[in-house]
């Protein structure tokens, strides 16, 4: 069955670290997203790809960046990790076309010390 | 930016009791899609409304799309344990894959 995976699944690592997020998908989606879940705040858009080679900043960017080389992964990288980045993040991907559901990970929870 | 705003943020249910969650956008959506959130799990899709006007029923859970396309709500009859969690909405733009997301509405039940 096609799946979408993060990994790892819980992260804690020191302020001023690099941290990769890791999310495969199987189900050969153009479109994937990365949010962050926050308490009050809902789901967050940070960055979003419509396929290979393309990446855009979502609204709460800052501090992040993605790469996508191939359909399959849309890895996240905070270039260096601050408190405030502590949350747990939801990698998503969803069909060709508009109207598409969105199917999420499993999430990844990531604390910064 | 677009923002899409939920209502109420927190429900706390006497089982077997209705309650309905609302969704109001600031702009014009092509759709809103609705979204469940177990505790500890991920969102999980649970429905998409095109339609001006649109009703659509899954069991005991009653989906609607306002008229002008800018607000939505989600009405639950006869609440049971297994209802509990967080439920999303989401709103989407005309020739845009991007979702906008509510804060959500948490839901307890009392047995």
């Known amino acids: 069955d096609a799946e979408i995976t993060q990994s790892p699944r819980h992260k804690i690592t020191e302020t001023g670290r690099q941290v990769t997020l890791a999310c495969h998908q199987t189900?050969?989606?153009?479109?994937m997203f990365w949010y962050r879940q926050d308490l009050g705040h809902g789901l967050r858009l940070i960055h979003y790809?419509?396929?290979?080679?393309?990446?855009n900043k979502g609204e709460v960017s800052d501090g992040y960046s993605v790469s996508r080389s191939n359909t399959e992964d849309l890895p996240l990288t905070l270039e260096s990790a601050a408190s405030s980045q502590t949350s747990v993040y939801f990698c998503?991907?969803?069909?060709?076309?508009?109207?598409?559901?969105?199917?999420f990970g499993e999430g990844s929870r990531l604390t910064v010390l | 930016g677009q923002q899409v705003m939920q209502i109420p943020q927190y429900q706390h249910v006497q089982e077997g009791e209705d309650f309905t969650t609302y969704c109001n956008s600031s702009t014009t959506l092509s759709n809103i899609q609705w979204y469940k959130q177990r505790p500890g799990g991920h969102p999980v899709f649970l429905i998409q409304?095109?339609?001006?006007?649109e009703v659509k029923k899954q069991k005991r859970l009653t989906f609607q799309f306002g008229e002008a396309k800018k607000n939505s709500s989600l009405h639950i009859t006869a609440t049971q344990t297994t209802d509990v969690g967080t439920y999303f909405c989401a709103g989407k733009r005309s020739n845009d894959y991007k979702l906008s997301f509510g804060a959500g509405t948490t839901v307890t039940v009392r047995a």
């Open positions: 189900w050969n989606h153009n479109n």
């Open positions: 790809s419509y396929g290979v080679q393309d990446t």
């Open positions: 409304l095109v339609k001006r006007g």
């Open positions: 998503a991907s969803s069909a060709q076309g508009y109207s598409g559901e969105l199917f």
